[in-house]
């Protein structure tokens, strides 16, 4: 789905980044839910797009895509999160071919597949935490001369323990793909991990539906395009709460400078009504 508001969504905060990802077991057909979030000036969830289908390859995906395009053909995005699967950013590819948006991995997810491959990698399991932490450090580290440093002793750390194997995986897996996984290269990025897509998937399936695997497809989708304009109606409520807010913290800073500047001369302060 690509509704209006959505496409309104996506033109005002999808330059800032997408955020994608897919989920399963909502239904008793085995289709997979792929959502695409962006975040609003208050980096809060906006579902921008879905697409429910039994197959979620690049071809899929690549279909949403164009219809963005369709509707919005000058549809640019600086950063794209994704997981270690290249289905979505080759999908958003087949759209957007000549696209200079920067592909970023969910930090979460690399640092998960670092762990899991060192628990079978690692010949000597005594150094899987001392491993873990150097990597998540590494991972954090937001200055590119620092990370390069960290990680070279990294590598070092490994080749000295005769850890030859799990070196070899990190120089093929992650070493030619920095800038997809470290942190400074996504200093201006909104989002770091995919957990927007995650938060909402996991509300969907456990608070919204209940945890239910065998939902009607016709009621997922009734469910699905409500969602969107809940959304915006609760987004508007928050942006004149939060713009109610801004107007009484500039009246009450105006208050206290007149206070301030009238200090020891209150004979010049007139009262024109109750409380002022």
């Known amino acids: 789905t690509l509704n209006p508001t959505q496409r309104k969504?996506?033109?005002?905060?999808?330059?800032?980044?997408?955020?994608?990802d897919d989920t399963f077991?909502?239904?008793s057909y085995s289709l997979r839910l792929a959502t695409v979030i962006v975040a609003d000036e208050w980096d809060r969830a906006l579902l921008a797009?879905?697409?429910?289908?039994?197959?979620?390859?690049?071809?899929?995906?690549?279909?949403?895509?164009?219809?963005?395009?369709k509707f919005l053909p000058s549809f640019h995005t600086d950063f794209f999160m994704t997981d270690d699967s290249n289905s979505f950013w080759n999908g958003f590819k087949r759209a957007f071919p000549s696209t200079w948006t920067k592909k970023l991995l969910c930090l979460w997810h690399v640092q998960q597949a670092m762990k899991r491959n060192s628990k079978t990698d690692l010949k000597n399991s005594d150094l899987l935490e001392p491993f873990v932490e150097k990597m998540?450090?590494?991972?954090?580290?937001?200055?590119?001369?620092?990370?390069?440093?960290?990680?070279?002793?990294v590598l070092k750390f490994l080749s000295e323990q005769g850890e030859d194997e799990m070196a070899a995986y990190m120089e093929k897996s992650w070493s030619g793909r920095v800038d997809q996984w470290s942190a400074f290269v996504r200093l201006d990025s909104c989002v770091n991990t995919s957990m927007l897509c995650e938060r909402f998937h996991k509300t969907l399936k456990h608070d919204i539906l209940g945890g239910k695997a065998n939902?009607?497809?016709?009621?997922?989708?009734?469910?699905l395009i409500p969602l969107i304009v809940e959304i915006d109606e609760e987004k508007?409520?928050?942006r004149g709460i939060e713009e109610g807010r801004y107007r009484l913290q500039q009246h009450h800073k105006a208050h206290a400078l007149a206070e301030n500047k009238y200090k020891g001369r209150q004979q010049r302060i007139a009262i024109v009504g109750a409380g002022h």
């Open 9 to 20: 969504w996506l033109s005002k905060y999808g330059e800032r980044a997408l955020c994608v």
């Open 25 to 27: 077991n909502l239904t």
């Open 49 to 69: 797009a879905y697409l429910l289908s039994f197959r979620m390859t690049e071809v899929e995906v690549g279909i949403m895509f164009e219809h963005v395009k």
């Open 136 to 153: 998540r450090e590494t991972c954090l580290l937001r200055h590119r001369e620092m990370f390069e440093t960290k990680y070279t002793s």
């Open 215 to 223: 939902v009607r497809i016709d009621a997922l989708i009734q469910l």
């Open 236 to 238: 508007e409520i928050e």
